[in-house]
C-alpha cells in the first residue's frame, strides 16, 4: 500500500516557461503532501506542504507566486514552477510524509531548465 | 528551528568492511525515519525508530535511537556493492511541533570497493 505516482519523471524546458509535477496517491487519500528540492549530493530541502481543500504552507525563503501549490482532490498535489530559470533546475520530489503510510516518496521528476 | 547534522559526509570502505552513519538533532525527537537514495533515485524509507534507546536490525543493518531520542545510528556490517547509495536520517519533532514535518540531515554517501 501507499503508493505514490508522480509524473514526469524528467523534464526539459525552456527559461520562462511553467512545468507542472503531478503527484498521485493511488491506494490512500492523501490529505496532504509534502514537496522537497533536491540540488545534486545535497539533502532534501522542504519546500511547501500542500494542504487538501486549503491553501499551502511554503517554508522560509520559498517564493510562492512561483511554485504553485494545488491539492485539489484527496489523490492528486500539484507543483507548478511558473517562469522557469536554470537556477530552479533540481530534483523535485513528493511525499505523504506520514507514519501511516510508510514514509513513501514520489520516484522524483528532474527538472531541467535550459 | 530545528536542526539535523548527519556525519560523515562521505564514507569510502571495501567490501566486507564495516559502515556507520550518525545522526543528531538540536532538540528531542518524537521518532527519526532512515533512508536509502541510490543515485539518480528517490529516497526508499528504510525504518522508524521511536522508542528511547529502541534498537532494530534488518538483516546486515542495525538501527539505533539514543536515549535523550536527540541521536541515532545506522550500523552496516560486512557491507556489499549492493548497499552503495546516500543514507539520510530524517527527524520528526515532537507532536504538535512542525507540524508533522521532519528535518532531513545531509547524508552520508557510502562507496564500497570490490
Known amino acids: 500500500g501507499a503508493v505514490v505516482s508522480q509524473h514526469p519523471s524528467w523534464v526539459i524546458c525552456k527559461s520562462g516557461t511553467s512545468v507542472k509535477i503531478e503527484c498521485r496517491s493511488l491506494d490512500f487519500q492523501a490529505t496532504t503532501m509534502f514537496w522537497y528540492r533536491q540540488f545534486p549530493k545535497q539533502s532534501l530541502m522542504l519546500m511547501a506542504t500542500s494542504n487538501e481543500g486549503s491553501k499551502a504552507t511554503y517554508e522560509q525563503g520559498v517564493e510562492k507566486d512561483k511554485f504553485l501549490i494545488n491539492h485539489a482532490s484527496l489523490t492528486l498535489s500539484t507543483l507548478t514552477v511558473t517562469s522557469a530559470h536554470p537556477e530552479d533546475s533540481s530534483f523535485y520530489i513528493c511525499?505523504?510524509?506520514?507514519?501511516?503510510?510508510?514514509?513513501?516518496f514520489g520516484s522524483g521528476t528532474r527538472l531541467t531548465v535550459v | 528551528g530545528q536542526q539535523v547534522m548527519q556525519i560523515p559526509q562521505y564514507q569510502h570502505v571495501q567490501e566486507g568492511e564495516d559502515f556507520t552513519t550518525y545522526c543528531n538533532s538540536s532538540?528531542?525527537?518524537?521518532?527519526i525515519q532512515w533512508y536509502k537514495q541510490r543515485p539518480g533515485g528517490h529516497p526508499v524509507f528504510l525504518i522508524q525508530?521511536?522508542?528511547?534507546?529502541e534498537v532494530k536490525k534488518q538483516k546486515r543493518l542495525t538501527f539505533q535511537f539514543g536515549e535523550a531520542k536527540k541521536n541515532s545510528s545506522l550500523h552496516i556490517t560486512a557491507t556489499q556493492t549492493t548497499d552503495v547509495g546516500t543514507y539520510f536520517c530524517a527527524g520528526l519533532g515532537p507532536r504538535g511541533t512542525n507540524a508533522g514535518k521532519s528535518t532531513f540531515g545531509d547524508g552520508t554517501t557510502l562507496t564500497v570497493k570490490p
Open positions: 511525499s505523504p510524509g506520514t507514519s501511516n503510510y510508510g514514509y513513501t
Open positions: 532538540t528531542t525527537l518524537s521518532n
Open positions: 525508530l521511536v522508542k528511547s534507546g
